[in-house]
C-alpha cells in the first residue's frame, strides 16, 4: 500500500490507508519554530536514495526524513556535501516557481476508495470538482465498486475549468465505495481545492 506525505500547520504527515501518522516530531526542538518553517515549505522525494526533503526556500537548511529508517536529519543547503557523498544545492530542490511550459501536460489522477462513513449501499447524488487554471480540459470521472477491484463506471463529464467547475448529478446504481478520477491535459498551471460530493444512502427494508 502506497504512502502519501503532506504538511500541516501541526507537521508533516504521512497517511497510509485509513491511517494517518504525525512523523515530524523529532525534530520540533524549540516552540514554534518548526510551525514557521512548515508555513511555506514544500516536500521533495530523491528517489534515488529514498529521502524525502523538506525544504523552505527562505531558509539555508533543509530537514531529510530517511523512508528505511524512519529517522530525520537537518542538511545545509549551501552546497555541503551530504552524508551519501552527493553534493546538493538550493537549484537542485524541486520548487514551485514561476515556470514556463514548453508543452502541454497529460496528467491523470485517481482517489483512494472512498466509503463516506460507512460500507452501506450509496448513491451519489451530486458530485463537483473545484480546479483552478486558465485555460484546461478535464475528463471527471466517478466510479463504484463493492470489494474495491472491480470498479464500474458510473457517470462522467467533460468541462473547460477556465469557465466553471467540473460537475455532475446524480448515480443511476447503487455501491459501498466510490472514486473519483481525473484526466486533463494541463497548458498553464492548475490547482485542485477540492472535491465537493451529496449522497444518500440507499434505503432497505423500509419505505422509499
Known amino acids: 500500500m502506497e504512502t502519501v506525505f503532506y504538511i500541516t500547520s501541526r507537521g508533516v504527515h504521512s497517511l497510509r490507508g485509513r491511517s494517518s501518522q504525525l512523523i515530524s516530531r523529532q525534530i520540533e526542538r524549540y516552540a514554534g519554530e518548526l510551525t514557521e518553517y512548515l508555513k ?5 522525494f530523491r528517489f534515488k536514495y529514498g529521502d524525502l526533503v523538506v525544504y523552505n526556500p527562505e531558509y539555508p537548511y533543509a530537514y531529510v526524513y530517511s523512508l528505511a529508517s524512519g529517522l530525520w536529519s537537518s542538511r545545509d543547503m549551501d552546497g555541503r556535501i551530504l552524508n551519501n557523498g552527493q553534493i546538493v544545492m538550493c537549484s537542485a530542490i524541486a520548487l514551485f516557481g514561476d515556470e514556463t511550459m514548453s508543452c502541454s501536460v497529460d496528467c ?3 482517489t483512494r476508495p472512498l466509503k463516506f462513513g460507512t460500507t452501506d449501499f450509496k448513491r451519489l447524488e451530486t458530485a463537483v470538482v473545484r480546479i483552478m487554471s486558465q485555460d484546461c480540459f478535464v475528463h471527471v ?9 472491480t470498479w464500474i463506471t458510473l457517470r462522467d463529464v467533460w468541462c473547460r475549468v477556465s469557465d466553471m467547475d467540473a460537475r455532475f448529478r446524480r448515480t443511476s446504481t447503487s455501491f459501498k465505495f466510490l472514486r473519483f478520477k481525473l484526466h486533463l491535459t494541463a497548458n498553464e498551471r492548475l490547482s485542485m481545492t477540492g472535491v465537493d460530493v451529496e449522497w444518500y444512502p440507499r434505503f432497505t427494508k423500509r419505505l422509499r
Open 40 to 44: 511555506t515549505a514544500q516536500i521533495c
Open 108 to 110: 491523470r489522477i485517481v
Open 141 to 149: 470521472i466517478a466510479e463504484g465498486a463493492n470489494d474495491c477491484r
